[in-house]
DNA sequence: CGCCAATTATTTTTT
DNA sequence: ATAATTGGCG
């Protein structure tokens, strides 16, 4: 018997030491999924297939960390993980376009934009074309153009006018600017597979192995690619489950996965139905709500667990008495079962919902770490700062625009216009004018004095970065000599957001001080890229001992001893948009789903009566999903009644539960 | 152009 | 409920 057969159970050992062709594996929920694609990689090594020809891809930066983290860890050595190439989508897409990306026309060192960006760029692409914003709502048209180009269509494809003619302009302002977006990090990429033959056989060429994993997310640009990308060796492996495909609304495609062997013909499907995450009546829940989803592909997830504990159901008046409870049930699980609060996961539909739970938990004393809502790289006062950086860095126009007048100096919508009719004069950038302004008609003489301060500003701070001095320390005085701290006093009435805006601030000056320890060259240039494609909060993923707070879409991947389903109401599950109510029901069919089987031992599900929510009181009803989950499965629970007799051994416990609380406490500070 | 008051949108989100 | 945006006025 060899390792794989000895440490995999046989399925896993099927597609693990699966070497030639198109392989498909179905890994249910915590089948072991990336176990298996560890095994599989380390198999591909021993069989000879050299570190440089061998591809991972996923979605995530988080995932790709853990993968590389689990390599480096079977083969006791990070320096060869070093040359697999293991990527998320768009930074692999990055990698193919510094390569060759002038062979579309576009400058070798364009910049990334993100989705603010892009939704300022196409507001200037409307402005030129009169389309009011009251019309139509920019955010949509961003969603129609990025569907567009996921379809991998040109401007020219387009049906609708209006939306050509917006594409058109958007993506020429893009062109303009050097600048590509995140959907063109996958379909420019597979323009070049397609047109540029000397990329496509150096990609093609060099990856003889292929894995994807969350194939249940791509969308139809992303299976372009990776057909473009397997079409010399035909070796690709791609590991995911229909049944936890959640991202539809955002143009991922589930049929990629169901009709893999359409894709890919001639592929082999290994099915992996052993759960090992789930305790049986959690598991025997979980498959009942899916089982009425139409389409999948067959399978039903079974475990040699024993049954475990009930469900636990719960319905309460509001969010905040649901609050109350989780949170004290929480606190009970910790103090008299044993947990640690990092066992713990309160899982919601919506961010929103989180504030009632945060407000408690820090009241409480609860230690807990939220993830998700606003991206710190999208909070205002942080994309203000980086916005300095990226316009020293190379004058991004959008970027200087937002900073031009921030602080206020004194310059509005009449400047920034005529400096932009100037640069169409002079066909040069809004920077150059900017470095000329002197030389500007009809600009106001409080005006050009401060843009010519603001030039010598921007001068400055290149200087000391050509210097080789640090960037943290070049950011710092900025802030300081842009007296930051005190514009966001002003901005902010409440003290206490000013000083947590404040805070973010200091911690973006942390994040790039962070980013220059170490050995690896660093420069403006690269760290730039670095947050707009890996926005992970540096303190995101270390691990405390703390209550985990997130969305159901942040939660696939993910497991927990124990988890609270929170706010299990139609309205949330499935979530109804605004009048139009649900967007796709079997979508929200499989995110219960996804929800459910996050648990290893312990599952609530709990709902409210009344919710507000715009301010307004509304009445809830339970999940339709609910009604799934057979009656043996679960039972209500009763307000747990204060245990006052302890036992020796629980006092003790008790006892050092607290002291190592004032101990991670004092750590804190 | 800056400031204040009124108005309006915001609550799925890997990159 | 709250933050961000817009419109009118000085």
Redesign the pocket.
């Known amino acids: 018997m060899n390792r794989y057969q000895r440490e995999l159970n046989p399925e896993q050992c099927e597609a693990a030491t699966h070497l030639n062709g198109p392989l498909l594996i179905l890994a249910g929920a915590g089948s072991g999924k990336t176990r298996t694609i560890i095994y599989r990689t380390v198999f591909l090594l021993e069989q000879g297939v050299a570190h440089e020809n061998i591809l991972a891809v996923s979605?995530?930066?988080?995932a790709v960390r853990e993968m590389e983290e689990r390599v480096a860890g079977m083969l006791n050595s990070s320096g060869i993980v070093k040359k697999l190439t293991m990527s998320?989508?768009?930074?692999l897409g990055v990698r193919i376009l510094r390569r060759d990306i002038e062979a579309l026309g576009y400058p070798k060192r364009f910049t990334i934009y993100d989705?603010g960006d892009q939704l300022s760029l196409l507001r200037r692409a409307m402005k030129e074309h009169r389309v009011s914003?009251k019309d139509y709502d920019p955010?949509m048209i961003r969603g129609l153009i990025s569907n567009a180009k996921n379809e991998f269509e040109e401007p020219g494809d387009v049906r609708d006018p209006l939306l050509r003619k917006l594409y058109k302009k958007y993506d020429e302002l893009l062109r303009v600017s050097g600048a590509v977006d995140?959907?063109d990090?996958i379909r420019l990429p597979v323009r070049l597979l397609n047109e540029h033959e000397p990329c496509l056989q150096y990609w093609a060429g060099k990856f003889r192995q292929i894995m994807i994993d969350?194939y249940q997310?791509t969308n139809q640009v992303q299976l372009l690619m990776a057909q473009k990308l397997a079409s010399i060796h035909n070796n690709i492996c791609v590991v995911g489950d229909d049944d936890q495909s959640?991202?539809g609304?955002?143009?991922?495609n589930v049929e990629n996965i169901r009709q893999f062997d359409k894709s890919f013909p001639g592929a082999k499907i290994v099915k992996l139905t052993q759960n090992y995450r789930c305790s049986g009546n959690i598991l025997e829940a979980a498959n009942h709500v899916i089982a009425k989803s139409p389409g999948r592909y067959a399978k039903k997830l079974w475990t040699d667990q024993p049954a475990g504990e009930k469900i636990g159901m719960k319905v309460l008046l509001n969010e905040a008495d649901e609050a109350k409870y989780i949170v004290k049930e929480v606190s009970r699980l910790r103090y008299e079962e044993g947990f640690k609060w990092s066992d713990m996961s309160i899982m919601y539909?919506?961010?929103?919902?989180s504030r009632s739970f945060e407000e408690l938990l820090r009241r409480e004393r609860v230690p807990y770490r939220l993830i998700?809502g606003t991206?710190f790289f999208d909070r205002?006062e942080v994309r203000d700062v980086v916005a300095y950086l990226k316009v020293i860095h190379n004058s991004d126009e959008l970027a200087l625009r937002r900073v031009l007048?921030y602080p206020?100096?004194?310059?509005?919508?009449?400047?920034?216009d005529r400096i932009t009719s100037e640069t169409k004069a002079r066909e040069c950038s809004f920077y150059e004018v900017c470095e000329d302004i002197e030389n500007v008609e009809k600009i106001?003489k409080t005006?050009k004095a401060a843009i010519s301060d603001f030039v010598s500003l921007i001068r400055k701070c290149r200087e000391r970065i050509t210097s080789k001095e640090n960037l943290s320390s070049v950011a710092k005085d900025l802030i300081q000599f842009l007296r930051f701290h005190q514009l966001l006093y002003k901005e902010?009435e409440?003290l206490s957001?000013a000083k947590r805006r404040i805070e973010n601030v200091e911690s973006l000056v942390n994040s790039i001080a962070e980013y220059e320890t170490g050995d690896k060259k660093t420069s403006l240039s690269d760290y730039l890229e670095r947050i707009t494609?890996?926005?992970?909060d540096s303190d995101r993923d270390k691990a405390g001992d703390e209550v985990t707070l997130i969305?159901l879409?942040?939660a696939k991947g993910l497991e927990y001893p124990v988890v609270f389903l929170a706010g299990v109401e139609e309205g949330f599950m499935p979530?109804f948009?605004g009048s139009e109510g649900v967007?796709d029901l079997e979508e929200e069919r499989r995110?219960c789903y996804v929800g459910i089987t996050r648990a290893k031992k312990k599952l609530y599900i709990t709902r409210a009566d009344m919710r507000?929510?715009?301010?307004k009181t509304l009445e809830r009803e339970p999940s339709r999903f609910l009604s799934d989950i057979p009656k043996e499965c679960w039972v209500w629970l009763a307000n747990k009644k204060a245990k006052l007799d302890l036992s020796e051994g629980q006092k003790d416990q008790l006892f050092k539960n607290f002291f190592t609380d004032m101990q991670s406490m004092l750590n804190k500070k």
């Open positions: 979605f995530t930066n988080r998320t989508f768009h930074a989705e914003e955010k995140f959907d990090l969350e997310d959640i991202y609304w955002r143009g991922s539909r919506t961010n929103a919902q998700g991206k205002k007048n206020p100096r004194k310059i509005g919508t009449t400047t920034m106001g005006q902010y409440k957001e494609l890996d926005s992970t969305t879409h942040g979530y948009r967007e995110l507000r929510r715009f301010g």
